[in-house]
């Protein structure tokens, strides 16, 4: 299981695929919601509106 490089917290299939969409899809490092939030200055509900959209849009990293 991946972890998150800021605070060590296990990380979901999502927070996998979010990193990688929003930080790069080749990125080895992977943030939890709450630290890629505060990272891209945005809210953690902003972000998880986000992972419904890329789904809805047949993003292949949230599959």
Do not use: R
């Not at 630290?35 to 419904?52: F, N, R, V, W």
Request: proline share 0%; glycine share 6%.
């Amino acid at each position: 299981m991946k972890a998150c490089i800021n605070c060590g917290k296990g990380l979901k299939k999502d927070e996998v695929a979010l990193s990688k969409k929003m930080l790069g899809k080749n990125t080895k490092q992977h943030l939890c919601l709450d630290c890629l939030s505060e990272y891209l200055h945005t809210d953690k509900e902003i972000l998880l509106e986000k992972i419904e959209q890329f789904k809805e849009e047949g993003c292949t990293l949230f599959l």
